[in-house]
C-alpha cells in the first residue's frame, strides 16, 4: 500500500546527497519525459499546497506525538505481509524473520500494530518494497517518472506499485466493511505521511532547483536502498543549499563577481 504524493510515494523516504563536480556528473538521471514529469510535478505541488499540506498540518495541531506514532505504526505494521515477500524474493532470511516476528508480536500483543513492541526489545526492521526487489534482480531504473498523486518514480519502480498492491492480503481480502477500511487506511495514511514531511517539504521547497533536487535525490536513495535494503531516517539533513546548474564558463562566471 502505498500513499503518495509531490515529495514521496509512500511511504519511501528521499535521501539527499551533496553531489557537485564529477560526483553531480555521475548521479545523472535519465529523464526523457522531463517536460510532462514537470506539469505532472507542477500539478502535485498544487495539489499538496491546495489539500495535503493544511490538512496534515491541522492534523498535527490537534493530535499529540504518542497519538501520530500510534496511527503511523499501525499503518507500517499492515504493510509487513508486503515487506516479509520481497525479503524472501530478495533472498533475505534474516530480514524475513525479523519482519514475520514484528508482525507477529505488533499485531497481537502491540494491539493490531499500534504500539511497536519489536522496536522495544530490538527486533530490526526493514523497508522492502517489490521495486526494491526488481533493482535487486538486476532490473535497470528505466526513465524517471513523476505520478499524479503518487510521485517521484521511474519505470521499474512504478511496476512495482501494482505487484506491491497485489502482495497486500488487506487489498483484497473480503470482510465487512472491507471497501470502508482500505478507504479510511488511504486516506489517513496520506495525511500521516505527509505529517511526516512537513520539514522536509520545506526544506527542498528552499532549493533553487526543487524538481531536479527531488528527481536526484530520490534516484540516489532508490539505488542506496536496492544496495542494503536500509533507508536513511532523515532524507534532507545533508541537502545542499544549491543544486545542479550550468553556470557555463567558470571563469567567465567569476569576472562578473
Same mark, same amino acid.
Not at 477500511?181 to 488511504?186: H, I, K, L, S
Not at 533536487?213 to 540516489?220: E, F, G, K
Not at 545542499?240 to 543544486?243: A, G, K, L, N, S
Given at each position: 500500500m502505498r500513499f503518495g504524493f509531490v515529495l514521496a510515494g509512500s511511504m519511501v523516504a528521499l535521501s539527499a546527497c551533496a553531489t557537485t563536480g564529477e560526483e553531480a556528473a555521475s548521479t545523472t538521471v535519465y529523464d526523457p519525459l522531463e517536460d510532462w514529469n514537470r506539469g505532472v510535478y507542477a500539478f502535485n505541488e498544487g495539489v499538496d499546497k491546495a489539500v495535503?499540506?493544511?490538512t496534515a498540518k491541522g492534523y498535527r495541531a490537534v493530535t499529540n506525538e504518542p497519538v501520530r506514532a500510534g496511527v503511523s505504526n499501525f499503518l507500517t505494521n499492515l504493510n509487513q505481509p508486503v515487506v516479509f515477500t520481497n525479503t524472501v524474493l530478495q533472498g533475505k532470511p534474516i530480514a524475513a524473520v525479523d519482519t514475520a516476528?514484528?508482525?507477529?508480536?505488533?499485531?497481537?500483543?502491540?494491539?493490531?500494530?499500534i504500539f511497536d513492541l519489536a522496536s522495544m526489545i530490538d527486533i530490526p526492521e526493514h523497508k522492502e518494497d517489490f521495486g526494491q526487489t526488481l533493482g535487486v534482480?538486476?532490473?535497470p531504473n528505466g526513465p524517471y517518472?513523476?505520478?499524479?498523486?503518487? $510521485?517521484?518514480? %521511474?519505470?521499474?519502480?512504478?511496476?512495482?506499485? $501494482?505487484?506491491n498492491a497485489a502482495l497486500n492480503p488487506i487489498n483484497y481480502a473480503e470482510f465487512e466493511g472491507d471497501t470502508e477500511?482500505?478507504?479510511?487506511?488511504?486516506v489517513i495514511g496520506a495525511i500521516s505521511a505527509r505529517e511526516s514531511l512537513i520539514e522536509a517539504v520545506e526544506v527542498l521547497r528552499d532549493q533553487p532547483e526543487p524538481y531536479i533536487?527531488?528527481?536526484? %535525490?530520490?534516484?540516489?536513495q532508490r539505488a542506496a536502498a536496492?544496495?542494503?535494503g536500509r533507508e536513511q531516517e532523515d532524507p534532507f539533513k545533508d541537502l545542499?543549499?544549491?543544486?545542479d546548474y550550468d553556470f557555463g564558463d567558470e571563469e567567465e562566471f567569476e569576472s562578473q563577481e
Open positions: 495535503l499540506e493544511p516476528a514484528r508482525f507477529v508480536l505488533n499485531s497481537t500483543v502491540g494491539v493490531a500494530g534482480w538486476g532490473v517518472l513523476m505520478l499524479p498523486f503518487a $510521485g517521484p518514480s %521511474n519505470l521499474r519502480d512504478a511496476t512495482g506499485l $501494482g505487484v477500511f482500505r478507504v479510511a487506511t488511504g533536487a527531488l528527481r536526484r %535525490n530520490y534516484t540516489q536496492i544496495r542494503d545542499p543549499d544549491f543544486d
